[in-house]
Nanobody
Framework: QVQLLESGGGLVHPGGSLRLSCAAS????????MGWYRQAPGKERELVAA???????NYADSVKGRFTISRDNAKNTVYLQMNSLKPEDTAVYYC??????????WGKGTLVTVSS
């Protein structure tokens, strides 16, 4: 079993910044892709950003230029630096990790609220 521990959510004013972290632990032999998704009230869960084991990244168009995903392979941790936050970024953010044999795991989510 794999556990994901997310942290870093909270309340921030528009234009502010937050940094999310997600640490993976448990029965891990290798980690392939790591990513962040989000789900706003009344909307479907969507991909925000993802990073492969080789460091290749992709972003949702809505966050390009504002968010940066990175990973620390030694710590099995993925980060999401979020700058220039907007009210429409308000959502529950979920960490997703793909490990050996293509198994995927979700974190419990961390709430990000952007409001004045």
């Amino acid at each position: 079993q794999v556990q994901l521990l997310e942290s870093g959510g909270g309340l921030v004013h528009p234009g502010g910044s937050l940094r999310l972290s997600c640490a993976a632990s448990g029965s891990i032999f290798s980690i392939n892709a790591m990513g962040w998704y989000r789900q706003a009230p009344g909307k479907e869960r969507e991909l925000v950003a993802a990073i492969t084991s080789a460091g290749n990244t992709n972003y949702a168009d809505s966050v390009k230029g504002r968010f940066t995903i990175s990973r620390d392979n030694a710590k099995n941790t993925v980060y999401l630096q979020m700058n220039s936050l907007k009210p429409e970024d308000t959502a529950v953010y979920y960490c997703n990790v793909e490990v050996q044999y293509g198994m995927r795991y979700w974190g419990k989510g961390t709430l990000v609220t952007v409001s004045s």
